[in-house]
């Protein structure tokens, strides 16, 4: 089953003649399609790698690709009807192949065919979102393009209309480095292309980052850096000037998301010499944070308070600041100056919430273990809301602080943190896809928990890690280096270390030494065993559970889920929702306000509504009790999919991240899984469900009896750390009083 984002890629047939017009060709549609980075397939016969040089200084993903001799004329696409509409292209296919042989295309779902000498004045989009497994392209002037419906039965947005229906690639920055909006797709360079042949790389490089409107991280990037680097005026060859700062702050930002936090610092640092570009102070600060330098952080998070516009989310960083180092006053005292500027800001709504919850400080330390999680409060995930208890349910009834101390995972470990975890039974980091780069950043682990690598070794008491997850997207890194020096120290001192799927261990066994490797152990998310653990359980009777079908879909890191697939998606999921609701009431269910996304857009795209189950606002018995009364659940989110498992409920999983198929293949049930990219996923999807909803009592069953393989490891598992942590602390086991 596909896991990641439909892989594109351009290719073009190259030999010594072509290659100078190959440069005009990338120019073009770097300037006409500023929001287009993909992977660029140059085909030849044997040409040596410095004469993709040049290339390779206008676009970042120049990939050559040798091939054997082809008659002449082979590789080009035949001649066609003008425009650029995708059509079969079947002969054209076979041509370029002739050349290349087909395993050059084996790393993609989607080749689009370019002559090296075009030069693209139009918008490309439609070609993105067509899912032929190949596109021949002829430029046609100015003439528009014009998709052919054929190849998406579920229909797409119009062109330029991602933005409304939903994501349509990785996050960008919003503006320009000019400031200014964003235009239609395939208007921004037009003006650009007069000259495009002459431009020398200078030129082109600030051509582009004149470009008003959206741009692709990793061009802009590309361009953006040499020019800041070598400072100096920016001017494009029609001599307007480039606002050196402000395209500091776009790189700077686009740096920040792709999680390289040091060199956006070095891109930032000489742009925020001015106190009045209250941007660049608080995009620096941010950078400065994820890299755990916080002194340096607040001063120029202070700086930019000074802007009204700015300051909601320069407080809002200033009172995580200090909410990380236990300075709960300070932090609450930040937000609500965040909330005087912007009473809307969600940021400093989360923090003030956050930071009046207060440090759980009642018990006997004697009696407790320190519990490192993710604790989530307010309006966020209902998933992360029910994982503290599910993990702490596994070692008996109590879950309050007569056994555990609540120690936030993005708290500092500083010393006065450090000792009150020396003072309990032990320590035990637990629950949630805690080895994810890009949420609450910090340098000190590169992970979640934020804990310095000599902090860990000061830990006296017993030290386990239970049912984490790594978390990574595809096309998402880590910083090597520290992770997997974190990583090292915390395998040398943690008497236990697991992880909630097989295939997060796999990835965490990678970065580790051979001789620590071994240690890395499969304990499941406790949410996939919760009907064992929570005492007076009593599994529904088929006629208690309603005949409704609950759908989930995640929005976080949406580019990173869907690429340009949006469209088809919510397309296909438009037609699974009329057919299901033929047999089923179909509801939605919400584990976080973002997640709404998905019925506005079907209403407004598809003309379907759906009714909403908003689980972010439910106590964890109700959501509960939602998830075990619905005949089906289909979830994008994790715990859309463990939760109900959990509960006896049969579930599929729309797939859009790694770590579904991976539980999917603990269980040996990859057919509970479809893949948000598969062509056609209504078709898969419902006969699925078909399966699962007229068989009721056979699906049911086959999850109970998946669940016991989870079940006997958990108790084991538990078992052992119940001896760690000394005795009977802090509980007796999973299934205590449990009436499943």
């Not at 470990?413 to 780069?437: C, K, Q, T």
């Not at 397309?571 to 509801?587: F, P, W």
Request: charged content about 25%; proline content about 8%; aromatic content about 6%.
């Amino acid at each position: 089953m596909k896991q990641g984002k439909r892989r594109i890629a351009f290719a073009a047939h190259v030999d010594e003649d072509r290659l100078p017009r190959l440069l005009v060709l990338l120019r073009s549609l770097a300037l006409t399609n500023p929001a287009v980075c993909e992977d660029f397939l140059l085909l030849h016969g044997g040409l040596a790698d410095a004469a993709f040089e040049p290339a390779r200084r206008l676009h970042p993903r120049i990939v050559p690709r040798k091939a054997a001799p082809a008659a002449d004329g082979a590789a080009e696409p035949a001649p066609r009807t003008p425009g650029f509409a995708p059509l079969p292209g079947q002969a054209a296919f076979a041509a370029l192949t002739a050349f290349a042989g087909d395993a050059a295309f084996d790393d993609y779902d989607t080749i689009i065919g370019l002559p090296a000498d075009a030069v693209i004045a139009e918008d490309i989009g439609p070609l993105l979102r067509t899912r032929a497994p190949f596109v021949p392209y002829r430029p046609a002037g100015r003439a528009g393009p014009a998709a052919d419906p054929g190849n998406d039965p579920a229909g797409a947005p119009a062109p330029g209309r991602e933005g409304a229906a939903g994501p349509a690639g990785p996050g960008a920055p919003e503006d320009g480095a000019d400031g200014s909006g964003t235009p239609a797709a395939g208007e921004a360079g037009h003006g650009a292309l007069a000259g495009v042949a002459e431009l020398s790389d200078r030129e082109f490089y600030a051509a582009y980052c004149a470009l008003p409107g959206r741009k692709a991280p990793e061009l802009l990037l590309h361009c953006a850096l040499p020019l800041l680097r070598e400072g100096g005026p920016i001017t494009t060859r029609a001599g307007k000037r480039v606002d050196a700062a402000g395209l500091a702050r776009v790189a700077g930002s686009a740096l920040h998301q792709l999680g390289r936090y040091e060199e956006a610092v070095e891109v930032l640092t000489p742009a925020a010499g001015d106190p009045r570009r209250a941007r660049n102070h608080e995009a620096l600060g941010s950078a400065l944070l994820a890299l755990s330098r916080y002194p340096e952080a607040e001063t120029h998070l202070l700086l930019a308070t000074a802007h009204p516009v700015v300051a909601p989310r320069a407080f809002a960083q200033l009172s995580r600041l200090a909410w990380l180092h236990g300075e709960n006053e300070k932090a609450r005292r930040h937000a609500a100056q965040g909330l005087d500027a912007d009473p809307t800001d969600a940021g400093c709504r989360a923090m003030y919430a956050r930071a009046s919850a207060g440090a759980g400080e009642a018990g006997d330390p004697a009696a407790q273990v320190a519990h490192v999680a993710l604790y989530a409060e307010g309006q966020e995930n209902s998933g992360d809301k029910l994982l503290p208890e599910a993990v702490r349910r596994c070692f008996g009834a109590e879950t309050g602080p007569a056994r555990w101390h609540s120690v936030p995972v993005h708290r500092l470990v500083d010393d006065a943190l450090l000792e009150r975890l020396n003072a309990r039974r032990g320590v035990l980091v637990g629950g949630g896809g805690l080895f994810l780069p890009d949420t609450w950043p910090n340098g000190n682990s590169g992970w979640q928990w934020n804990v310095p690598d000599a902090a860990l070794r000061r830990i006296t008491v017993p030290l386990a890690v239970f049912a984490v997850g790594f978390n990574l997207f595809e096309g998402q890194h880590f910083s090597r280096t520290r992770l997997a020096g974190s990583l090292r120290t915390l395998a040398e001192r943690a008497a236990f270390f697991g992880l909630r799927n097989r295939g997060s261990a796999d990835r965490v066994r990678e970065l580790l030494p051979a001789e620590l490797a071994g240690r890395v152990r499969y304990q499941p998310c406790p949410t996939t065993v919760i009907r064992h653990l929570i005492p007076g359980w009593r599994d529904p009777a088929p006629a208690d559970r309603a005949d409704v079908v609950l759908l989930n879909c995640a929005y976080d890191r949406a580019g990173l889920r869907f690429g340009h697939d949006y469209g088809h998606f919510l397309g296909q999921m438009a037609r699974a929702v009329r057919t299901l609701r033929a047999h089923s009431e179909v509801r939605y269910a919400a584990h976080a306000p973002s997640d709404e996304t998905f019925v506005h857009d079907l209403r407004r795209e598809h003309g379907l509504t759906l009714p909403v189950e908003q689980l972010y606002d439910l106590p964890n018995d109700r959501l509960l009790d939602v998830y075990r009364r619905a005949r089906l659940v289909i979830g994008m989110r994790g715990h859309a999919t463990m939760i109900p498992f959990g509960c006896g409920t049969p579930a599929l999983s729309l797939v859009s991240h790694p770590k579904l198929a991976y539980f999917l293949a603990d269980l040996d049930r990859e057919e509970w899984g479809v893949s948000v990219h598969a062509p056609d996923l209504a078709a898969e999807l419902t006969e699925r469900a078909w399966w699962l909803l007229n068989d009721q009592a056979a699906a049911v069953a086959d999850v109970l009896e998946r669940q016991e393989a989870l079940l006997r490891v958990t108790r084991e598992n538990a078992a052992e750390l119940s001896r760690l942590f000394g005795g009977e602390a802090p509980g007796a086991g999973p299934g205590v009083g449990g009436g499943a």
